[in-house]
């Protein structure tokens, strides 16, 4: 991919196409507000019934995908079985995701922002991909730290979707915080199973 810098913003493209663009924000959080906190064993238990487990639309994606082991593994599922809307994961971020300074790099921990955000609507029954991501990294993680990504649906309508993410330490602390858009696509055109 080709990337083009300016003052405050990169783009980035394949084969003269836009395929995505960053835009640097002012400290401002721009809106982003976090998801409520979710436990280190609530997270551990709602993995367990990731929905993606079986009937992954995406089962090669590097955040949560179930085919790849050089992934994150995200494994986002309901917190609750009934009247919690959030889904949840832990994360134990390894050595290979940091940078020299020991920590893990920023584009990862956006990485981690985003599929959480899509399981917390039904990406299995109508897949969807992400439109746009807004986030906010406040401190990045060290390795080995058990982490939690925990996500929540905002507004849904037919063909898209607005969600949240928040990664927590253990205490409640937040790290980072996202918003996105996703938007419906067509099983067939994507080569969804």
Do not use: N
């Amino acid at each position: 991919m080709a990337l083009e810098r300016s003052e405050d913003s990169v783009t980035a493209s394949a084969q003269g196409r836009l395929v995505a663009t960053a835009t640097l924000l002012d400290d401002a959080p721009g809106g982003l507000a976090p998801v409520p906190p979710v436990s280190v064993e609530a997270a551990e238990r709602a993995s367990e019934r990731y929905p993606g487990l079986t009937g992954h639309p995406f089962p090669e994606c590097f955040v949560c995908g179930t085919a790849r082991s050089d992934g994150l593994g995200l494994r986002p599922g309901p917190v609750h079985d009934g009247g919690d809307d959030r889904v949840a994961a832990v994360w134990r971020p390894d050595e290979t995701l940091t940078g020299d300074d020991g920590r893990v790099t920023a584009p990862v921990v956006w990485a981690a922002l985003d599929c959480p955000g899509g399981w917390s609507v039904d990406i299995v029954g109508r897949p969807m991909v992400l439109g746009t991501m807004t986030a906010r990294v406040l401190e990045r993680p060290s390795a080995g730290e058990p982490l939690v990504v925990a996500g929540r649906a905002l507004d849904v309508s037919e063909r898209k979707a607005v969600t949240a993410t928040t990664l927590y330490r253990p205490d409640g602390a937040v790290l980072a915080l996202a918003t996105h858009v996703w938007v419906a696509v067509d099983p067939a055109t994507f080569g969804a199973r």
